[in-house]
């Protein structure tokens, strides 16, 4: 066995406020108090070293923000598959392509969006934090009756190939093709 190094500099420069920093951020869901004064990122990996061998997560899927949250996740007429990425997530990055995939499939499906919100930036409201709990989460919100979206949002645990998340919302959605 031998041991591996993710990044050339440590990820973390500890101090009793950056730990106290860090614990409050995590409580209280404050992912941007997390990272202050510490070069940390909340999947314990830094920047990419070149960002052009990677796709941006996002592409494709009509992009949530604190804002237009209700307006686009809390569309109790439309089902909602929505994933929270960071820019600077590996995993995100890989992610990507299947997802603009799968974005493309339901673009012209009145009764779906694919959706996409930067966690970093903008804090998941308090109905979703807790099944954020790294990047990239993907959730998915089922159409209801107006005004009566049935619970919260189900997360997606699943492969995560556009065959998958496309077969994965055909079978949860409540809208009509």
């Not at 919100?141 to 998958?164: H, L, M, Q, T």
């Given at each position: ?51 052009d061998d990677m ?68 804090r998941p409201p ?52």
């Open positions: 066995y031998e041991s591996k190094t993710w990044t050339k500099q440590p990820m973390v420069q500890f101090s009793p406020e950056a730990l106290e920093s860090f614990i409050t951020g995590y409580l209280f869901h404050d992912w941007e108090r997390i990272g202050k004064g510490m070069d940390f990122h909340p999947n314990g990996r830094s920047e990419p070293e070149d960002e796709s941006p997560p996002g592409v494709g899927a009509v992009t949530v923000t604190i804002d237009n949250y209700d307006e686009i996740v809390r569309d109790t007429t439309k089902d909602v598959l929505l994933e929270v990425y960071a820019p600077w997530c590996g995993h995100c990055r890989a992610l990507a392509p299947e997802y603009q995939l799968t974005a493309e499939h339901f673009e012209d499906d009145d009764g779906v969006t694919v959706a996409a919100m930067v966690g970093g930036e903008h308090s109905d979703i934090a807790e099944e954020v709990r790294g990047y990239p989460s993907i959730l998915f919100f089922p159409a209801s009756v107006p005004g009566k979206r049935s619970g919260v949002g189900i997360a997606y645990e699943g492969p995560r190939s556009a065959k998958d998340l496309i077969s994965f919302v055909q079978e949860k959605r409540h809208t009509k093709k």
